[in-house]
């Protein structure tokens, strides 16, 4: 890993360390960044559903849909949430959804 310049805010995160081991690798950084967003989702999803005290079965009755497909959402191997789905979520339980781009 290169060394840190003087200044610069020291990064601990996993995707720092993951990209400078295989940062070279083709495909690997849209790989991560995948991964990234599905596990933030899943951890969104979950903490929501828990802070109004549902639970799956009972988050999936008020979009709609199946206990199932709000697990695969809580799952961060699943990677094809779509906006539309959050949305759902987020007006049947009152709240929004907000999108950030970080570093």
Do not use: C
Not at 1 to 9: H, I, S
Not at 40 to 50: F, K, Q, S, T, W
Request: aromatic share 6%; charged share 20%; no cysteine.
């Amino acid at each position: 890993m290169a060394k840190r310049k003087q200044g610069e805010p020291i990064r601990n995160d996993a995707s720092a360390v993951m990209n400078a081991l295989y940062g070279d690798s083709p495909g690997w950084a849209e790989d991560v960044a995948r991964y990234v967003v599905a596990y933030g989702i899943a951890e969104e999803v979950d903490a929501l559903r828990e802070r109004h005290g549902l639970t799956q079965a009972a988050l999936a009755a008020l979009i709609g849909s199946s206990q199932s497909a709000i697990a695969r959402l809580e799952n961060a191997s699943y990677t094809g949430p779509s906006t539309a789905v959050l949305r759902q979520i987020a007006v049947a339980v009152g709240e929004r959804v907000s999108v950030r781009f970080v570093r």
